[in-house]
């Protein structure tokens, strides 16, 4: 048992070897600075790959693909289409600019151009205080780039290649996982529906800050975690923790993860008796890897310059109103896309329920503003998306009121660990948002991006709800089954239309 390393797992190697694929071609053989889906390069690359399916499709056809790998496919096109259009200061946060100094194109540049990380007091510089893993895998990118004599601001660009992979990754982890919970049908449809095509996850693909890469650790984490549960193995444990501590390395709330594996680990030492010492062996060793490793930047800050452990600048619009019953209750729906002062509202939103909502759908952004034509599809995907966050909070309430599922018992693999696993991760995950943006009076404080893998969870829950409704609901031909289903289809269409669209407003 104990020896289980990830042989028959939900694991494959393939995926990551083509997303890989594709990082390198954006980044070698095309030119990316554009800032347009109107390049005529993309339109024949566009043609002449349906030229290539037309002509072998009934070999396609034959292979029967099952539709979740085309919406995975298809998400990640999206995700892709997205990179090509977006600068690396368009829609941005805390990057600032490259030549500047400061902010996250700043760090970048500097480990870039002086081969080590800055020296100093990380708060005399904006972004600096923040952990350097993407920042040095983004400067050995740009070096690798330079080799090969690409211009500068292409290397610039080619940032956006890794976190387009690091976005894309976890979408394919997020398959995983529903492997492992055992999703099906319509849940597993459902559930990476919402996965592959929710906005902040296009958004973030292209965000050249460290979001993406601390996303990708955490979301890795969790399947991790899931396989360890399943068969905790010394080398499972080993890769959980490089995984939590690289998260946290990359940006130190990838330990939002944290709380719920360790209820996972105390769950286990207290059922599993016979194997306790072993177990034992294992948190330690976990120990040993994740504490250095994830905190390791913040002790070096702390002792060296004084910085406080939990360091966050003030940061963005100062708010108007900053009373607990308008942050909670005064729900004013000006338009779909956030209110900011400076995008010419009269107030910059406030209530935290819309602007999580919003943030998740939007970013901070007027979209109307680029190009008019995306208001229809952006008023579709509010509704949507609004309609889609009662219906997966009801499924969570659902799945996890009912503790009595086993695999014994073959309710969607979900054990009570998983419940468990689930749910502190997804509480602590609204938890930490609800005390950042309510105990701060700035707008910045309010966005999504914070907490994207509550994204996935939220799918996982639907997905897992869904199935069960399959099996009592006449083999899931229930019309509240073909409702929520359609719903996530018009919800990803609008999601694609909307930011397809906006390739084309320059």
């Known amino acids: 048992m104990y020896n289980y390393g990830m042989k028959d797992s939900s694991f494959e190697l393939k995926p990551f070897i083509l997303l890989f694929a594709l990082v390198l071609f954006i980044s070698f ?116 780039g330079n080799r090969f004599r690409l211009s500068y601001r292409q290397l610039q660009e080619n940032i956006q290649a890794l976190t387009l992979f690091y976005i894309s990754a976890v979408n394919v982890i997020s398959f995983f996982i529903c492997r492992e919970l055992k999703l099906k049908k319509k849940g597993l449809l459902c559930a990476m529906l919402l996965i592959s095509f929710h906005p902040v996850f296009v958004i973030m693909s292209g965000s050249i800050n460290n979001d993406a890469l601390s996303l990708f650790f955490m979301v890795l984490s969790f399947y991790l975690a899931i396989l360890w549960n399943k068969k905790p193995s010394l080398r499972l444990i080993l890769l959980l923790a490089l995984s939590i501590g690289l998260s946290m390395f990359a940006k130190l709330s990838g330990g939002l993860i944290a709380p719920a594996v360790g209820i996972l680990f105390l769950v286990k030492l207290f059922k599993d008796r016979e194997n306790r010492l072993k177990l034992l062996l294992q948190y330690l060793l976990f120990a040993v890897i994740v504490f250095p490793l994830g ?15 939990n360091y966050i600048p003030p940061v963005g619009e100062q708010l108007q109103r900053t009373d607990l019953i308008s942050r909670l209750f005064d729900v004013r729906l000006h338009s779909v896309y956030p209110s900011m002062i400076n995008n010419g509202d009269k107030y910059d939103e406030y209530n935290v329920f819309l602007a999580m909502l919003k943030t998740s759908l939007f970013d901070d952004e007027r979209l109307s503003s680029e190009l008019g034509l ?21 499924a969570t309430v659902r799945v996890l009121a009912g503790f009595r599922a086993s695999y014994e018992k073959g309710e969607e693999g979900l054990t009570v660990e998983l419940k468990l696993l689930l749910g502190v991760f997804y509480l602590t995950m609204v938890a930490a948002y609800l005390s950042f943006a309510l105990g701060s009076a700035n707008y910045s404080a309010q966005s999504f991006r914070y907490i994207a893998a509550a994204v996935i969870i939220q799918a996982l829950f639907l997905g897992i709800y869904m199935g069960r409704r399959e099996e009592t609901e006449a083999l899931g031909t229930g019309r509240g089954l073909k409702c929520v289903q359609a719903l996530c289809v018009v919800f990803s269409a609008a999601s694609a239309c909307t930011y397809i669209l906006l390739g084309f407003a320059r």
């Not at 030229?51 to 892709?80: C, E, F, M, Q």
């Not at 480990?111 to 972004?127: C, H, Q, T, V």
């Open 374 to 394: 995306i208001d229809p599809f952006a008023v579709v995907l509010f509704i949507s998306g609004l309609f889609l966050v009662f219906i997966c909070l009801y």
């Open 29 to 144: 053989c095309i030119d990316t600075t554009g800032e347009t889906l109107k390049n005529p390069v993309y339109f024949f690359a566009f043609l002449s790959a349906a030229l290539v399916i037309s002509v072998n499709y009934r070999i396609l056809k034959a292979s029967n693909p099952d539709i979740v790998y085309i919406i995975i496919t298809a998400g990640i096109i999206l995700k892709l289409l997205y990179v090509l259009y977006t600068a690396v200061w368009t829609r941005q946060h805390d990057v600032i600019d490259f030549g500047v100094g400061e902010g996250h194109a700043g760090y970048i540049e500097y480990i870039y151009f002086n081969k080590s990380l800055p020296a100093g007091d990380p708060r005399e510089k904006w972004a600096f205080f923040q952990p350097p893993l993407h920042h040095i895998i983004a400067a050995l990118w740009m070096k690798i």
């Open 295 to 309: 905190i390791g930047w913040e002790i070096r800050n702390m002792i060296r310059f004084g910085m406080p452990f």
